[in-house]
């Protein structure tokens, strides 16, 4: 049988060929690592964390991530096996030694006999004869494929800096101080969540923003221009203390239904479909992370928010995958290309290998003749899959880590009626995905 061809040996691109190959599918990855080494990387080994040794939470019941763990061990996942095998303490997260855990995903894919691994760089499009290809070359994909890729989308954004908007839970805004309003009333008319600010609120603000604490550019990441039309918003307050009242904050054409008039106002849009989740309007930043958590409280309207994901500044190659990738990931001009990983806009080591999975086993499934049926999106991996094909926004698509915003919402109350709320309400999550996935392996056996 024809072999799916796998382009990059990272995470996703291992986790993808095992998925395959266990299916019975011949696969062959293809790593240009040491013939071409990236700015990050220091060996050749296969599946090797860069950044660091921690895969985040194993809290299966509470946490998503831990939940995306456990949907992946149910799935027979390689590095989930890898990483159990190799993982060092770390109190409640999946920590693991780095060079063990690589140096036992390379040693289990060269004894699969279906998977050949070729040390080799793919400059450019993949040849016309190979015709299921998965490419999974992660946020520093090589320069005459990411060129290939741009070509054949027409989508311009990798080669700029990332700058990333942070992204906060509906529940957690404060509508006591906030209010739903368009600019003049546009579109539905209330398409945005307001949080007002006065003029000492607002260089209060300022003030804040300029002193915080800021991430430093890795070496490689230096000569990586911004992107003008993404500027991180200290940039912005850098240019002049009144720069963001004239720009994202200008409080034009809105009416506070709470009091006066703001002199300047911090608006919220709709992040995924669900309506779980709202990004923070041109507030792209690279602050740390405990920084924006004490800056952005200050705004009113959001003293309580709680974050799905926090803003950043990076060097990152992705597809606007909502645009272009359809929903057993691919490549919709070109549909022999199927994408997964960090390439495909999700943020993470555990959330780069599930959608190598699911690249995988889609890829095998279509080579098989069988339908490649997509897990419920109940389900981490479902969600997942879900944001990065059409449930995140197009317009404002960005990386994301796995989080209970992405999933439907599960009912509010319990069977004898009782609101379920906080901690317990994520175990109705929780137990939801895994009942629903085990469905989804038992219809697929």
Known sequence: MTA?????????????????AETGIP??????????????????????????????????????VGLLHEEMRRCGSLIMRCADAHRVPAG???????????????AALEAHPLITILREEVAGLPPDDWGSVIVATGPLTS??????????????????????????????????KAWFQSRYDKGEGADYINCPLSRDQYHGFIDALLAAD????????????????????????????????????????LTNPHGERPFAVVQLRQDNALGTLYNMVGFQTKLKHAEQVRVFRTIPGLEQAEFARLGGIHRNTFLNGPRLLDAALRLKVLPRLRFAGQITGCE?????????????????????????????????????LNHVTGGGDAETYQPMNINFGLFPP????????????GRERKRLYTARALADLNGWLEAAA
């Not at 109350?413 to 609101?419: F, N, S, T």
Request: charged share 25%.
């Open 410 to 421: 599960p009912p509010e109350r319990d069977e004898a009626g009782r609101r379920v709320k």
């Open 92 to 106: 409640g997260a999946l920590a693991v030694g780095r060079i063990a855990f690589s140096a036992a995903v390379r």
């Open 214 to 253: 800021k991430t430093e550019f890795h070496e490689w990441e230096r000569q990586t221009p911004y992107f003008e039309g993404c500027l991180p918003i200290e940039v912005m307050a850098e240019r002049g203390r009144d720069t963001l009242a004239f720009g994202p904050m200008k409080p034009v054409g």
């Open 143 to 176: 320069e005459p494929l990411a060129h290939a890729i741009r070509r054949l989308t027409g989508e311009d954004s990798l080669a700029f800096f990332d700058a990333i908007a942070p992204i906060v839970y509906r529940d957690s805004i404060d509508l006591g």
């Open 27 to 64: 696969a062959v990855i293809h790593e240009m690592r040491p013939l071409r080494m990236t700015g990050a990387h220091s060996t050749d080994g296969l599946a090797e964390l860069v950044c660091s040794n921690s895969l985040r939470s194993d809290d299966a019941d509470y946490n998503a």
């Open 4 to 20: 799916i061809h796998i382009i990059g040996g990272g995470l996703a691109g291992c986790e993808a060929a095992w998925q395959a």
């Open 348 to 384: 993470g080591y555990v959330e780069s290998a599930a959608i190598g999975l699911l690249a995988g086993r889609f890829a095998a499934s279509e080579r098989a003749s069988r339908p490649a049926v997509p897990p419920p999106p109940t389900t981490a991996l479902g969600a997942l």
